[in-house]
């Protein structure tokens, strides 16, 4: 396969359905829907007795299942019979140029590649080709590594920034790209939008590649001489988690296809792409206790509004604007906190939101978990037991800088788009042969 190992890419051999029914065989992100048991139930009644990447991926809605161990066992034999049983075309060297419509409007470009692990770190402060742009929680890598370790295939749910302004890399590829038919073009499930797939191959496309990637890379030189080529963007723990099974498996083949990766890159600029905050929720939380803490910590001013719209309209237009949102007798409560800060506001928030979980009573057992989209937000502030809290948007701008400064922001900081926005499972690649 073709390497361009100073930029830490190969061009990866690539398995599509032979069924191009993408509505059936392809699904969304394995992180998404996490409090929606109805989403992924209807997921399973859709793609029932066909041919599906759900057959092939673990939603983490079920990662504490007690099934777990079953349902691991179920994915690996699912991976092993649609390789023998001719589910897919004969596989193909080549990257595929993405456009995926999403249901708001939006077109997004992308391209989809494999990366070299040894060319990406999630530490802080790392000096790699490739970083994360926010925390990664160790604890969440092992329950994952069951399901990559020795896996047959792999699909990608993972999606790489470019500080791409000039549109050099995805843009100089997309015209090259659509002289030929698609490889693939459907409606995704669930009202999900559309997405279409062109093949990128042959010595033109390959030196066009090379060109944008020098150029991206030079404009990424750091003052220590390294440079900052690709940020993750989505999958953060999907790729840690692969660099994790390929750092134990390099001791035994030091050039397996574990050694790398399947990624969608997309440009930080592209106007199909918005950054939207991830939402929390807190469990068994009392509303006095964490809005008196949250008062006092951040030092905001406090009031009250009366509707949905109007508190989704305060914390849009200030980015140091944040809100809770819970249940108040037979209605719902709306607390809108304004803060004087300047910087991303979850990057102050967590550390308090952890403070405060860490200080309470172990009796209260208040849990955390992360959302996706204000309709969630709403959805989930109106239950008993639950205090979701509205973030404000994340900007774009200077976010490169950003990380290469001060590290990875804190888990859990912002989406690429809405929840039905994410990247679906699609294309899929041979990943343990033995």
């Known amino acids: 396969m073709k390497n361009f190992p100073?930029?830490?890419?190969?061009?990866?051999?690539?398995?599509?359905?032979?069924?191009?029914?993408?509505?059936?065989?392809?699904?969304?992100?394995?992180?998404?829907?996490?409090?929606?048991?109805?989403?992924?139930?209807?997921?399973?009644?859709?793609?029932?007795?066909?041919?599906?990447?759900?057959?092939?991926?673990?939603?983490?809605?079920?990662?504490?299942?007690?099934?777990?161990?079953?349902?691991?066992?179920?994915?690996?034999?699912?991976?092993?019979?649609?390789?023998?049983?001719?589910?897919?075309?004969?596989?193909?060297?080549?990257?595929?140029?993405?456009?995926?419509?999403?249901?708001?409007?939006?077109?997004?470009?992308?391209?989809?590649?494999?990366i070299d692990l040894d060319s990406y770190e999630w530490k802080p402060f790392s000096k790699s080709l490739i970083r994360a742009t926010e925390a990664t929680i160790v604890e969440r890598i092992p329950p994952r590594k069951e399901i990559r370790a020795g896996a047959a295939l792999e699909s990608p749910?993972?999606?790489?920034?470019?500080?791409?302004?000039?549109?050099?890399?995805?843009?100089?590829?997309?015209?090259?790209?659509?002289?030929?038919?698609?490889?693939?073009?459907?409606?995704?499930?669930?009202?999900s939008g559309h997405i279409t797939g062109w093949s990128v191959k042959g010595e033109k496309a390959m030196q066009k590649m090379q060109e944008a990637l020098k150029k991206l890379k030079e404009k990424g030189k750091q003052e220590d001489g390294s440079s900052f080529l690709f940020a993750v963007g989505d999958g953060n723990h999907s790729l840690a988690t692969a660099k994790a099974v390929w750092d134990e498996y390099k001791e035994k083949n030091s050039e397996s296809p574990a050694r790398y990766a399947l990624v969608e890159i997309v440009n930080i600029y592209d106007q199909g792409l918005t950054f939207e905050p991830i939402h929390r929720v807190l469990f068994n939380a009392e509303s006095k206790a964490l809005s008196e803490f949250l008062a006092k910590e951040t030092g905001a001013e406090i009031r009250q509004v009366e509707s949905e719209a109007e508190v989704e309209k305060a914390v849009k237009e200030t980015k140091g604007n944040f809100a809770l949102v819970y249940p108040d007798g037979d209605k719902c409560k709306y607390l809108l906190f304004e803060t004087k800060t300047e910087d991303l506001l979850v990057s102050s928030l967590q550390p308090l939101l952890d403070t405060f979980i860490k200080n309470a009573k172990q009796e209260e057992k208040i849990e955390i978990d992360?959302?996706?989209?204000?309709?969630e937000v709403f959805r989930l502030?109106?239950?008993?037991?639950?205090?979701?809290?509205?973030?404000?948007?994340?900007?774009?701008?200077?976010?490169?800088?950003?990380?290469?400064?001060?590290?990875?922001?804190?888990?859990?900081?912002?989406?690429?788009?809405?929840?039905?926005e994410k990247r679906f499972y699609l294309e899929c690649r041979r990943l343990f042969t033995d």
């Open 6 to 114: 100073e930029f830490a890419i190969q061009i990866p051999e690539i398995l599509l359905p032979k069924d191009k029914d993408l509505s059936v065989w392809s699904v969304v992100a394995c992180d998404q829907y996490t409090q929606d048991q109805d989403y992924w139930y209807n997921v399973e009644k859709t793609v029932e007795g066909k041919p599906s990447t759900f057959n092939l991926i673990y939603p983490e809605i079920y990662l504490s299942s007690p099934d777990r161990a079953e349902r691991i066992k179920k994915i690996r034999e699912n991976m092993k019979a649609y390789l023998a049983n001719g589910v897919f075309d004969p596989a193909e060297e080549e990257g595929i140029y993405i456009e995926r419509k999403t249901p708001y409007g939006r077109t997004r470009k992308g391209l989809l590649l494999a």
């Open 157 to 191: 749910h993972i999606m790489l920034l470019a500080d791409d302004k000039d549109d050099l890399l995805i843009g100089g590829l997309a015209e090259e790209a659509k002289k030929e038919a698609p490889l693939y073009d459907g409606d995704l499930m669930a009202n």
């Open 370 to 375: 992360y959302i996706h989209g204000s309709d």
């Open 381 to 420: 502030g109106k239950k008993q037991g639950c205090i979701t809290i509205l973030l404000p948007p994340v900007a774009k701008d200077s976010f490169f800088a950003t990380i290469s400064k001060k590290g990875p922001l804190p888990r859990k900081s912002f989406s690429m788009g809405e929840a039905c």
